[in-house]
């Protein structure tokens, strides 16, 4: 069983920065991608970015130049970064592993 615990959500101004934080239970986290998604009120889930288990990353196009998702295998953690918030970035985040979701932790930007 993989258990994900995500961390780091808060309120914050537009432009502001926070940091997500996923802790992985288990011992096939170094070995997986991971990856970040989030959901909006009203709106379908949407995927964020994606990291290997390597440190090759991918982002939407929504977030590229604001956001840098990364690795800590030693920790079982995986972070995302994220600089320059939008109102629009509000939403609920999550990470997820081998087909496990988070519980989820929520973002407001505020205009």
């Known amino acids: 069983q993989v258990q994900l615990v995500e961390s780091g959500g808060g309120l914050v101004q537009a432009g502001g920065s926070l940091r997500l934080s996923c802790a992985a239970s288990?011992?096939?986290?170094?070995?997986?991608?991971m990856g970040w998604y989030r959901q909006a009120p009203g709106k379908e889930r949407e995927w964020v970015a994606d990291i290997t288990s390597g440190g090759s990353t991918i982002y939407a196009d929504s977030v590229k130049g604001r956001f840098t998702i990364s690795r800590d295998n030693g920790k079982n953690t995986v972070y995302l970064q994220m600089n320059s918030l939008k109102p629009e970035d509000t939403a609920a985040y999550y990470c997820v592993m081998s087909g496990f979701w988070g519980q989820g932790t929520q973002v407001t930007v505020s205009s």
């Open positions: 288990g011992s096939i986290f170094s070995i997986n991608a």
